[in-house]
């Protein structure tokens, strides 16, 4: 058990800090961002996985910040104010927004972030969802901000059928190569690298741009598998 929490708290903090990282990574356009989604869809919908959560996150750094800004300028969400961030809310039904101001406590840095969230993932909803983020991060960022995209599943296989039958074809589909894993008897960590994303982290001597997490699902009959490019914003 002790294992097991040691082991979570690690990947835990490596995902935290390539979070950090890259940050002064590429910075790409919310049009790519739902292309990176879709790409995540279709593997775990290729799977017979049934996809229960999606994420796209944006983040930009700036110089100055004036938070009453961000409460005038956007008065349809609710907003928490604290000493040092800023928080503001809106829940659409299929969507949820969010939009986050506070520093960096690492670099001292005031960022701007952007989280669009939904439940349920198709084409169509790709659409409204690519035409939503880039309406509100042409007005919320000054230049083009790092962005990330996250897809969790759920499939009926225990995570050792799952992980024999079903997550190479998952990797397969991504063109992606492992670079390093983790493995326990209850979950696994996968860092990859495939071609069809544009996004990379370094990674010791090798480049990354893909993270799978995996664990036993809450009931303990199926697996919860959560994708993201070119890190993980989804806990698993």
Same mark, same amino acid.
């Given at each position: 058990m002790k294992?097991?929490?040691?082991k979570?708290?690690?990947?835990?903090?490596?995902? +935290?800090?390539? =979070?950090?990282?890259i940050?002064?990574?590429? *910075?790409?356009?919310?049009k790519?961002n739902i292309e990176?989604?879709?790409? #995540?869809?279709?593997s775990? /919908? *290729? $799977?017979?996985?049934?996809?229960?959560?999606?994420?796209? @996150? +944006?983040?930009?750094?700036?110089?100055?910040?004036?938070?009453?800004? @961000?409460?005038?300028? !956007?008065p349809?969400?609710?907003?928490?104010?604290? /000493?040092?961030?800023?928080?503001?809310?809106?829940? *659409?039904?299929t @969507?949820?927004?969010?939009?986050?101001?506070?520093?960096?406590?690492?670099?001292?840095?005031?960022?701007?972030? @952007?989280?669009?969230?939904?439940? !349920?993932w198709d084409?169509?909803?790709?659409?409204? $969802?690519s *035409?939503? $983020?880039?309406?509100r991060?042409?007005?919320?960022?000054n230049g083009?901000?790092?962005?990330?995209?996250?897809?969790?599943?759920?499939?009926n296989?225990?995570i050792?059928?799952?992980?024999?039958?079903?997550?190479?074809?998952?990797?397969?589909?991504?063109?992606?190569?492992? %670079?390093?894993?983790i493995?326990?008897?209850?979950?696994r960590?996968?860092?990859?690298?495939?071609?069809? =994303?544009?996004?990379? #982290?370094?990674?010791t001597?090798q480049?990354m741009?893909?993270?799978?997490?995996?664990r036993?699902?809450e009931?303990?009959?199926?697996?919860? #598998?959560?994708?993201?490019?070119? %890190?993980l914003?989804?806990?698993y």
């Open positions: 294992t097991n929490i040691y979570v708290l690690i990947l835990t903090g490596f995902f +935290a800090i390539c =979070f950090n990282l940050f002064n990574g590429n *910075k790409l356009s919310a790519t990176d989604l879709q790409q #995540l869809a279709n775990v /919908e *290729k $799977a017979d996985g049934t996809i229960i959560e999606w994420s796209l @996150y +944006a983040r930009e750094s700036v110089q100055h910040l004036d938070m009453d800004q @961000y409460v005038l300028q !956007y349809e969400m609710e907003w928490t104010v604290k /000493e040092d961030s800023l928080i503001g809310s809106v829940n *659409k039904g @969507y949820s927004e969010t939009i986050q101001v506070m520093n960096n406590q690492h670099t001292n840095t005031p960022f701007i972030s @952007y989280e669009l969230t939904g439940t !349920y084409e169509e909803t790709g659409l409204q $969802a *035409k939503m $983020a880039s309406r991060m042409d007005t919320l960022f083009e901000p790092t962005l990330f995209s996250c897809i969790k599943g759920e499939f296989n225990k050792n059928e799952f992980t024999e039958q079903s997550l190479n074809n998952i990797m397969q589909s991504l063109q992606a190569k492992e %670079i390093e894993s493995t326990e008897h209850n979950f960590s996968v860092s990859a690298y495939s071609s069809l =994303f544009t996004q990379t #982290l370094a990674l001597d480049q741009n893909i993270q799978l997490g995996l036993n699902s009931l303990g009959n199926g697996t919860t #598998l959560v994708i993201g490019t070119p %890190i914003t989804i806990e």
